[in-house]
Each structure stands twice: as C-alpha cells, then as structure tokens.
C-alpha cells in the first residue's frame, strides 16, 4: 500500500458509508448459508436438468467444472473487493469505490432488474414441484399462482429481521443437503441405470455436426448454478469481521455449492432409465419421473417437500440480496423515490420499502411472463445475462483501478496474482454473456431469437436515458472511486 492510499474507512465510520443501520446478527455460518442457498445445487439442477440434457446430452454435466472454475476467479476478485469494502449492496458500492458514480449506477441498475428477474425465475421454477406436492395439475396458471404465493410467504420471512433470515438460510442449507446428498445416494445406490462412461455419450444431438454448438446450449445449466456468492456481501454490515468472514465464505459457496451440484445432477443423470425420450421431448419432466420411479408417488412428495424448502429459501436470500442492493442505492440518493427506499425499521432491523420493492416487481414479471410461449428459458436466460454483466462491470472496475495503481488493502488479497486472476474471470466472463445471448432457434422468428439480448438492450437503453435526465448518479456524499491513488487520475 501506498502513501497515497490509505486504507478505506468501513461502512458506518467517519469519512466512509453513511452509519449502518443494520446490526451485526448474521453468524458466519449464516452468511455462508445465506450464498449457498442463494446458489442452490438443487434448485439450479432440478430447474434446467430437462432443458440441459434436450440441448447437450447426459455430456452436459461437464458445464458444471466450466461455469465453476470461471465464477470461482470471479469469487476470488470479489472477495479482494469485499475485504476492502465491507458495504451493503455488493456490486454497486463496489463499483463506486473502484470507478466512480456513472459506472456504479450502472451496475447497480443491471445488477438489480437481474436479482429482480432471477427471483421470479428460482419461484417459477417451484411451480411443478409444488403442484405435485399438493396433487394437482401443474399448468401455466397455477405455476404462476404458485410463483407467486412463494415471493409473498419469502417476503414476510424477510420482513422478520436478519435473525430470520439467517434461521432461513441454515434451515435451507439442511434442505439442500438432504436434497442433494440424502437423495443422491438413495438414487445411486437403489435406481442406477448407467455407468460413468455416460457422461461422455452425447446420443447423437449434434446432429452431423459438431458437439460444441449442443455443448453450449447446454451450458445453461452450469452458468444458472454458479452465482449467489455474491450474496455473503451484499449483506456485509450484517456480519462481524467482513474482511476476513466474506471472501472466505464466497469461495467455499463455490467450490462446496458446486460440488454439491455435480452431485445432485450426477445422480439424477445415472439413475435415468430413457435419454432419447427426453431428447425427443417426449418425457418432459425427467427429475420428477426419476424420483416417482425411484421412490414411490410417497417418497416422492416427501422429496417435493424437502425440494421446496430449498426454492423458498433460495427466494429469500435472493430477496435479502435485492432488497440491500435497492436500500445501499437510495441511501446514496442514486434512485427516484429514495427517500422511501431508504426507510429503515429499526424494531427488526431491516430496509422495509426496499424489500416490498424486491417482491412487487418479480410479482409483475411472474404475471407478464403468461404472455410467453417459452417463459422459463427465457426468464433464466435474461437473468444470467444480467447477473454476469454486473458481475463483469465490477471485475472490469476493477481491472481498470489495478492498472491505475489500486492495490487492494483488505484482509483477504491474491497479491502477485491478483492482475492475471483480473483478465482470467473477465475473459471467462465475456465468454458466458456471449453464449448466453446466441442465437440457436433459426426456425423461430428473429426477435424470438434475440430476445434475451434485446431484454438487455431495454434495461440498459432505459438506465442510461433515466442516468443522464434525472442525474441521480451525482447525488449523494458517499465516497467514489477512491481506489484508485489520486497521484495516478
């Protein structure tokens, strides 16, 4: 560290974040459970397991070692950032130490309309899951009914207070756990159909040529799976010394959550008994016929139940990542309504409006999404463009400061490595947008084709036009882009 960078003061101290309003009752655990329901192997393997092995074949598990090797360098460069500044919302106060307050406002608008989606995206996916639990017929309205009875049971857990949601998040941590693991073994050890050699046997989806193309679409499911690390920062003023606690609980939400995941989809993969039908299209729902075929419509629901525990709890930690995201952006006085945003119910210590914020617009997007034929695909897809990007913006940000001479001063830092682990996680970055955003459906209508680009294109055309007419990025007094020594600007 330089002369000419000190250390940046922590949330809530003179010179740095305005005072936290929140109290430190997040246990480390806790934190850790919160990214690793927030990344949910179940929910992740459970909601893309049909569309990945249609697109790619049982060879589609390999997604999971791809995405989990590029997000875990991204983990790494977040966990530099975190170290250093310990502030709630994650990217978007990150951004703003490392830019500045355009590209922070940016990031954050991305960041949120992707948290917004991604929670519609984790309580649609609950829709089968609970109709078969509750025995009846799972259709596009009741999925949606189901949508959204989840965001609003989610909701008012977070309304509790962070000591609820931390019990929510190790309650979901032991849903997942048994749903991947307990569930797991019984599928390999009662209702095994394959051997491992299966993961290299593509059955024929590439057509006469090549596998990439198949291998990519199928990728959906590894990019899907590996964020929500983020989330241990996003509620750093909740968690006692987030320097050394966060970027250490982001790394092991990688590399355990996505050991996790392989699991779960290794098991449902092998106990599989027809890949060409769920090629074909003509089995549709394969988990579920896994589990009824394996266990009996009783010890089915049973898994159902232990499932849906694992949906709300992602929801939730996907809500409490949002709403902080939503409260750290009108505390700067960064968004319209600001002033309601920004209110805090210090009885349970939590941003109240901000939280409606985060249920009321998935809400919306639950309704808005009867009007598509293929809702699910594209929800998941739009979210994992938005998610990725913000993600990129900060590693981008944070490229730029190292090159000006930011040289991270936290607790947690990669030293010698940190600028080629910076252009390996925005390499691998750029790499997944891409793919997400390609076209694979010639045979469907252009903006059918495009429309998760074109969705981005929306959010990111609107944020500039409202950036630039309201002028809110220049509001507020909290630092920004502070990183970088002022004797290299």
Request: with cysteine; glycine share 12%.
């Amino acid at each position: 560290m330089t002369a000419a960078q000190p250390p940046a003061p922590a949330a809530g101290t003179p010179g740095g974040e305005p005072g936290s309003e929140f109290r430190k009752d997040m246990s480390p655990w806790a934190n850790f459970a919160l990214g690793f329901t927030y990344l949910s192997p179940v929910v992740g393997t459970y909601t893309l397991f049909g569309i990945a092995i249609a697109d790619g074949g049982p060879p589609m598990i390999w997604a999971f070692l791809v995405a989990g090797c590029g997000q875990f360098l991204v983990a790494l460069i977040f966990g530099e950032i975190v170290a250093q500044y310990p502030i709630a919302g994650g990217v978007y106060p990150w951004a703003r130490r490392l830019w500045g307050t355009r590209w922070a406002w940016m990031t954050g608008w991305v960041y949120m309309w992707a948290l917004l989606v991604t929670i519609t995206s984790v309580a649609y996916g609950a829709g089968p899951y609970i109709a078969i639990l509750f025995g009846f017929r799972a259709t596009v309205h009741t999925t949606v009914l189901c949508t959204a009875v989840l965001i609003v049971v989610a909701i008012l857990i977070n309304y509790m207070g962070t000591k609820a949601l931390s019990t929510a998040a190790l309650i979901g941590f032991a849903g997942e756990l048994i749903g991947a693991l307990v569930v797991g073994v019984y599928l390999l050890s009662t209702h095994r159909h394959h051997g491992l050699g299966v993961i290299f046997d593509t059955y024929g989806v590439e057509g006469d040529g090549s596998y990439l193309p198949a291998f990519l679409a199928a990728g959906i499911i590894g990019l899907y799976q590996y964020y929500g690390f983020e989330a241990c920062g996003d509620t750093a003023e909740e968690v006692a010394h987030p320097g050394r606690v966060i970027p250490r609980a982001m790394r092991r939400t990688i590399y355990i959550g996505g050991s996790a995941a392989t699991f779960t989809c290794m098991s449902l993969l092998l106990s599989v008994t027809d890949f060409n039908a769920i090629i074909s299209g003509e089995q549709t729902d394969p988990v579920v016929d896994v589990l009824f075929d394996a266990m009996g419509e009783t010890g089915a629901r049973m898994v159902m139940a232990v499932v849906l525990i694992s949906f709300l709890s992602c929801t939730i930690s996907l809500q409490a990542a949002a709403g902080r995201l939503i409260y750290s952006y009108a505390r700067d006085e960064m968004i319209v309504g600001h002033r309601l945003l920004r209110r805090f119910v210090h009885a349970r210590a939590v941003p109240s409006w901000a939280l409606f914020v985060s249920a009321a617009v998935p809400l919306i997007i639950a309704f808005a999404s009867l009007l598509s034929e293929d809702a699910l695909t594209n929800i998941v897809s739009f979210a994992i463009l938005g998610i990725y990007g913000s993600f990129q913006m900060v590693v981008l940000a944070a490229l730029r400061a190292r090159l000006k001479g930011w040289k991270p001063a936290g607790e947690f830092t990669l030293g010698g490595w940190g600028l080629t682990v910076n252009i390996a996680a925005l390499v691998y970055g750029i790499l997944a947008i891409i793919n997400i955003c390609w076209a694979r459906s010639p045979e469907k209508s252009w903006w059918e084709n495009w429309i998760v680009l074109l969705c981005g294109g929306v959010v990111l055309g609107t944020g500039l036009i409202y950036m630039f007419t309201t002028h809110h990025y220049g509001r507020g007094e909290a630092p920004a882009g502070d990183a970088v020594p002022q004797k290299q600007l």
